[in-house]
C-alpha cells in the first residue's frame, strides 16, 4: 500500500458532502468566488468588515448581495441589547430571500440570545447563530428553533482546536443534537487547515466556512509528497539566495 493510501486518503473535494461557503469581506473576491462552482454560499462578519475597510455596512450588504447570484449569505447585527438586535435582524432579513442573520449566541455580557432566536425563528426568520464552542449552547440553540425554519448554527471548530482539544467528536456531537431539527445546518466555523475540510464532511457538517487564504491553498489536495518537499527545498534554496545571506566556511 502507497503512502499516500495508507495515511492521505482524501485526494478532492469533489466528493465531499459538506458545502463551501467563502467567508470574507472583500467585494471583489466575492465576485471572484461567486464565479466558482465549488462555492454554495458566502458568509461575513463585521471583524472581517473592518478589516476590509468597510464604512457602510448596509451599502456593503446590497454590494455583496448583487454578487453572489441568489446563493445563500449571511450578514450578523452588531448590537449588544436583544432589543436593538431584533430590530437590526429584521433590517438584515428584508434584503433578501437568500439572506440569514447572524445572532450571537450571546451577548458580550454573556446573557443567552435564545429568546431572540426564538421569536425571530417562529416568525420564518432564518437565523445563522454564531460564536458557539460548547454542545450545551447547541442544545439551547436547538431548543429555540422552530423546527420548519431553516437556520445555521455555526460552531467554532477551529477556536475549540486552538484550545488543544479534537473538534471532530464535539461536531459529531453538535450535529445528532440537531437531530430533530432537519431544517438546521451545521456549520463547521474558523477552519485552520485543508484537511478541516475533510474532517467537517466525516463528521457530518453540512457546512463549512472557508477563508480566501484556505481556498487556494485547495491546489493542494491530492499533490505528490515527493514533488511537494522539493518545491519546498527550493524556496528555502530560493529566499536564502535572494536575501544575500552567507557563512563563512574556511
Known amino acids: ?121 417562529a416568525e420564518g426568520i432564518s437565523v445563522n447563530v454564531t460564536a458557539i464552542m460548547t454542545a450545551a449552547q447547541v442544545q439551547a440553540v436547538s431548543a429555540a428553533l422552530h423546527a420548519d425554519t431553516p437556520a445555521i448554527v455555526s460552531v467554532f471548530a477551529g477556536r475549540i482546536a486552538d484550545t488543544g482539544c479534537d473538534p471532530v467528536p464535539v461536531m459529531q456531537h453538535c450535529k445528532s443534537i440537531l437531530g430533530d431539527k432537519p431544517a438546521a445546518k451545521l456549520l463547521w466555523a474558523s477552519p485552520r487547515e485543508v484537511l478541516n475540510l475533510f474532517q467537517a464532511d466525516t463528521a457530518g457538517c453540512d457546512i463549512i466556512t472557508v477563508t480566501d487564504d484556505l481556498l487556494t491553498k485547495l491546489v493542494n489536495i491530492g499533490k505528490d509528497l515527493d514533488a511537494f518537499s522539493l518545491e519546498t527545498v527550493k524556496m528555502f534554496f530560493d529566499d536564502a539566495t535572494s536575501a544575500g545571506y552567507s557563512i563563512v566556511t574556511d
Do not use: H
Not at 493510501?5 to 485526494?11: E, G, I, Q
Not at 473576491?29 to 461575513?44: C, E, H, M, S, V
Not at 436583544?82 to 450571546?106: D, H, L
Open 1 to 121: 500500500m502507497s503512502e499516500r493510501k495508507s495515511f492521505l486518503a482524501p485526494v478532492s473535494v469533489s466528493g465531499l458532502s459538506v458545502a463551501v461557503y467563502a467567508d470574507g469581506a472583500d467585494l471583489a473576491t466575492i465576485a471572484a468566488r461567486a464565479k466558482d462552482p465549488l462555492i454554495k454560499g458566502f458568509t461575513t462578519n463585521p471583524t472581517l468588515m473592518r478589516k476590509s475597510g468597510i464604512q457602510n455596512y448596509e451599502r456593503f450588504a446590497k454590494d455583496a448581495l448583487a454578487l453572489v447570484d441568489g446563493r445563500p449569505i449571511s450578514f450578523e447585527v452588531f448590537a449588544d441589547d436583544f432589543a436593538t438586535m431584533e430590530k437590526q435582524a429584521r433590517r438584515i432579513a428584508s434584503w433578501g430571500s437568500n439572506v440569514s442573520v447572524k445572532i450571537p449566541v450571546t451577548n458580550t455580557k454573556g446573557e443567552s440570545a435564545a429568546s431572540l432566536i426564538r421569536l425571530l425563528s
